[in-house]
Structure formats: C-alpha cells, structure tokens
C-alpha cells in the first residue's frame, strides 16, 4: 500500500537562515509560518525543519541540549505548536531533526555525568586511557582524536563530532528509553515524522574501532519502531552516510519495521578522491554521476525506498557543483528535472529551487562553521597553505549552504530587516525568489511544475527506471509504467548535441527550451537543453 510520503516532496528549512521576524539578523519560526504561503504554492507537503531545539549552537543546532524545549533565538513551543498547525491547514507536514547520536555537552545529562553520577556516565561513552594515551587513535569527522581527557575524572569520552558533541551510549537501555520518550513528546505534538540524524552510527562499537554499521544498529531501529511508530504514518529518514544498494533494504522494507527511507550519499562523494576525506577533490565526471543515480533507481528491490536530493544544508550548492554560471537558469532546470523524475522521494534544500550559489570566501575569518574552521586550522598546523585550505573549504564548506534565503532585491534580501547572522551571498540582486515568482520561465516554476507532475503522474512515482544508452554528457532515461513510457533528457553540456530517441515522440510534458518534440525522432540539442515527453511503448 502507498504511504503519502511516497507521493510527495519534502522541502528542507535551515531555520536560522530561512527568514527573520522579529528583527535581529536570525531566522526564527514565526519566519517560517510566515512564508508558508510561498512553500504551500510551491507545492511540497512535509518540511524537514533542521534541529530548532535548545542549543549552545557549537554545530549550529546539532548539539542539543534539551530535546523537548526550543531554542529561544527560534521562539518557543507554543510558536512551534503553532507552525505545526499552520502547516497541517496547508496540508504541510513537520519532519523534526533528531540528533540523537550525540547530544551536547550542556545536556544536563552529560553535566550530571562529569558531576561523577555513575548512572548518567553509562548514557556516554567514558573510557580509561593507556598509558596517558587515549584508549584508541579513532579520529572526529571534525578533526583530532574522538576521545576527550577530563583530569578530573581521568578518563576519556567519545565524540565523533565536535569535543562538544559527546556520543551517546546506545547500548544502555536506559538511554533509549529517554530516547523513546522524547520521541513520543513529538509525536503526540502533532509533527509528521523525524528525519534521524546520523543514526547508522548508533550501533558504534567504539573499543573495536567500529563505527557506522555497528551489529547492533538495526535490533535499535527495531526496538524504536515498536516504541514509537507501530500504528502511525510517521515518516522516518534515515541520515546514513555508510548505506549502500545492498544495505539500503535492511532499513527500509517495510516488513522489517524500521526506517521509510534512508539519505545516502555516493553521489555527493563524486568530487572526493576515494579514500581520502572530503577536502581531497577531483574533477566530476558525468559518466560517474550517471552510473552511481541509475544505480540507486535500478538496483533497490520493490520493497525499498529512496530518497532523491542535489543538496542539504551540509553540502555546497548542486549549480556551483554541476551547474553552469553562464547558464544559470537552463542547467539548474535540467538538474532539476533530471533527479524529480526518478523513483524516490525528493527533498528540496532551502534556495535551491531558485538557483542559489555557493559564496566565494578569501579569508578564513569569513567562515561559520566549525568543520571548516578546524579544517583549514589543522591544515595550516600541517605546512599547508592558507590558499590551498580556501580552496577545499570554497568548494565543500558548508557554509556554501547556509548563506540566508534570497527572497527579494531588498535590503538583507527581504530575509531580514537588520545585518544577518551570516552574510547574503552577493548575488541577491538578480538571484530571488520574488522576480522568480513573477516570471514563469523562472527555476522556481520549473520545481513547482516538477512537483506537480509527481503527484499527479503515477508513473513518476511507480515506474521502472532505465537508464538510455547515449553519448557520455547526455543524460537521459525511460519511465515505464504498463504501457506508459516517459522519456528524460538532459543535454549536460554547453555545447549543442545531436540525440537520436529510441522512436518518435508522442508528446511533449516539460522542456526548458519551450520546445515541443511531437512526431520528432532525432533532436539537435541546446546547451543544457531538457525536457520530458512522452514516446510510443513499442519501440
Ligand atoms: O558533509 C558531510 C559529508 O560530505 C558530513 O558532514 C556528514 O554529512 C555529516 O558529518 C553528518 O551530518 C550530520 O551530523 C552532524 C552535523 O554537523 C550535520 O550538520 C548533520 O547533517 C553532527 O550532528
Ligand atoms: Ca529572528
């Protein structure tokens, strides 16, 4: 049976640069509630609202210090009550962020824990070290060991994040029960699901050096079903950087009762010379992108779902990425419509569906975020050269993402009425979504008519993916569902390309060119030229 999740798509809102209501340079959730208009006439059905919990913000919300109250800055629960029901009136659904990995080092739990409270040190993972030595040399995806010393009680905790961001203890189950509980707090609060951050790490088994995909993880999401899903339509996504083709169906067949459907991430990684971290680049190659999205459409049994994204607010933006400067508009439609037609559900990153760009920084004080920023400090540490490190950090860094909604040529960009947290990427003036609205050959129309397409076309979300056989830099592919068959093309080039279908068009459902292919068979392409048609079954 179809869950609505299933039909529809989820759009991601980076609360603190979203939008600014009460004037103090910091997005906040009356902001949301008041652009829920604009997200109702997108189109989209559920947000995924990243973490607006109580917070001292060492990771921008992901270090959470009390999961049942919200951040002051972002307002309060009774704003947050309200946006859940605002957004239900608009037939809007409200994902929460669970960050429940790591909490912050502020939880009154991990305070009680360092206060020496035995029961609340088993909630964390507190080791002996050897020697003055760390129990073990694992490394924090944000640099330096994963294990913190604390004098006072000589013993090391464990974070994979920031020193900040102490690693929960899963195997306790009295942890999870606290979990459990903040879970039902939220659902009983009306929301629509929890996006779940980081969760294929919960299985960690830190002394054997195992870390994601640990033999306990899914005997967890299990346990967490049972707890708190059984009997709702509550959505669940899975943050799962590890996941594969293979493993993807462990938590989302739905007979396993764990997960809807998990984020991974082989296609963002396409830059990222294997083996090394994620600053180490190299050049993207279509063919790649090609091979690693047709490999997620086509190698996932029936009974697993996928999610469909270009970016989050972890990642640079997909038109400095795969796009093209000089052809903004076409090439970010094509992106477009080359992901929203696939089987999956789509998720939309805040600015994206108006064609946001990543903002060039040359100096390392013009950075937020605490990745980059220890990044570029222990590269320099290292004899690199500040030049080199900004190069990375322009390419990767996550504050790429995180610049405010550029939502009119005003002042601050109608984000805000005062200096912004974080600066507006300067290209505001002709990157908006109010001149976008008014034209209707904008980026922003071509996402709502995508949107459109996929809830009211059950091909876009049923049909059998097949990648088409072309030159490198076209990507095109085939929907087929009984006896329809959708055809996909994108011309991921600037130069103009001859492409042959399999047999004659029968009609003409998108193009980015205003073009219409009735009864054409062979097609000189436009740079960045795409479009969905419709061919006979027959060829
Ligand atoms: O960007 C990444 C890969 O290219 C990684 O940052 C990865 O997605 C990330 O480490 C996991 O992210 C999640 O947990 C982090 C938090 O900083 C991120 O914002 C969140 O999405 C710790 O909570
Ligand atoms: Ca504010």
Redesign the pocket.
């Known amino acids: 049976m179809e869950k609505w999740w299933q039909k529809s798509v989820f759009y991601q809102i980076y609360p603190r640069s979203f939008q600014d209501s009460n004037h103090d340079g910091i997005g906040d959730l009356k902001g949301v509630i008041q652009r829920l208009p604009y997200l109702q006439s997108l189109g989209i059905n559920a947000i995924w609202l ?1 973490p607006v919990f109580a917070s001292p913000n060492i ?2 919300g ?2 959470i210090s009390d999961y049942c109250a919200i951040m002051p800055e972002f307002g309060d629960m009774a704003i947050m009550t309200e946006l859940i029901e605002e957004s239900k009136k608009r037939n809007i659904r409200i994902i929460i962020d669970l ?1 429940v ?2 909490t912050s080092n502020q939880h009154p739990w991990f305070q009680k824990a360092l206060a020496g409270e035995t029961s609340y040190k088993e909630y964390y993972l507190f080791r002996d070290g050897h020697d003055s030595e760390p129990p073990n040399n694992l490394q924090s ?2 640099g330096g060991s994963a294990w913190e010393y604390l004098p006072e009680q000589n013993q090391y905790y464990f974070h ?2 920031a020193k900040e ?1 102490p690693d929960l203890n899963w195997h306790n189950p009295a942890l999870r029960a606290e979990i459990w509980k903040i879970m039902r707090f939220w659902r009983d609060k009306g929301i629509g699901g929890f996006r779940l ?2 969760i294929d790490l919960i299985g960690k088994e830190p002394d054997d050096g195992i870390i994601g995909n640990g033999p306990m993880l899914h005997p967890y999401l299990q346990e967490m079903y049972s707890e708190v899903l059984e009997g709702t339509d509550l959505v669940t996504i899975g ?1 799962t ?1 590890s996941v594969t083709t293979e493993t993807a169906p462990l938590f989302t067949n739905p007979e396993r009762k764990e997960l809807s459907m998990v984020f991974q ?1 082989q296609h ?2 396409l830059d ?1 010379i294997k083996g090394k971290t ?1 600053w180490d680049l190299q050049d993207l190659q279509i063919k790649d992108l090609k091979s690693v999205l047709s490999k997620w459409q086509t190698e996932l049994p029936t009974t697993a779902w996928n999610s469909l994204f270009w970016s ?4 640079p933006r997909i038109l400095s990425r795969w796009g093209n400067p000089a052809y903004p508009t076409q090439s970010a439609q094509m992106l477009a419509i080359l992901l929203h037609m696939m089987r999956g559900t789509p998720f939309i990153y805040q600015g994206e569906e108006l064609g946001m760009t990543n903002q060039v920084i040359t100096n390392v004080e013009q950075l937020d975020d ?2 980059s920023i220890n990044y570029y400090h222990n590269q320099i540490a290292h004899g690199s050269i500040s030049r080199k490190a900004l190069l990375s950090i322009n390419a ?1 860094g ?1 504050d790429n993402a995180r610049t405010p909604m550029q939502w009119s040529a005003d002042k601050y960009a109608g984000f805000s009425t005062c200096e912004p947290w974080y600066p507006i990427n300067s290209n505001f003036k002709t990157i908006n979504a109010k001149s976008q609205i008014s034209n209707p050959d904008s980026l922003f129309h071509t996402y709502r008519q995508l949107i459109r397409l996929r809830k009211e076309n059950e091909i876009v979300q049923k049909g059998k993916y097949e990648l088409l056989n072309t030159k490198e830099n076209i990507f095109a592919y085939t929907r087929q569902l009984e006896k329809d068959i959708w055809l996909v093309c994108g011309n991921f080039s600037d130069q103009p390309q001859q492409f042959t279908l399999p047999t004659a068009s029968e009609k003409t459902i998108l193009s980015n060119y205003h073009k219409t292919y009735e009864g054409k068979h062979t097609l000189l392409l436009e740079p960045y030229e795409s479009f969905i048609i419709e061919i006979a079954s027959n060829y």
Do not use: C, P, T, W
């Open positions: 990243s990771d921008n992901y270090d960050v990995n790591h995806f944000f994979l994040f961001q951050d980081v943050e950087g991430f963002m990684a990222e994620k989050n607010h972890d990642q605490i990745e990767k996550r």
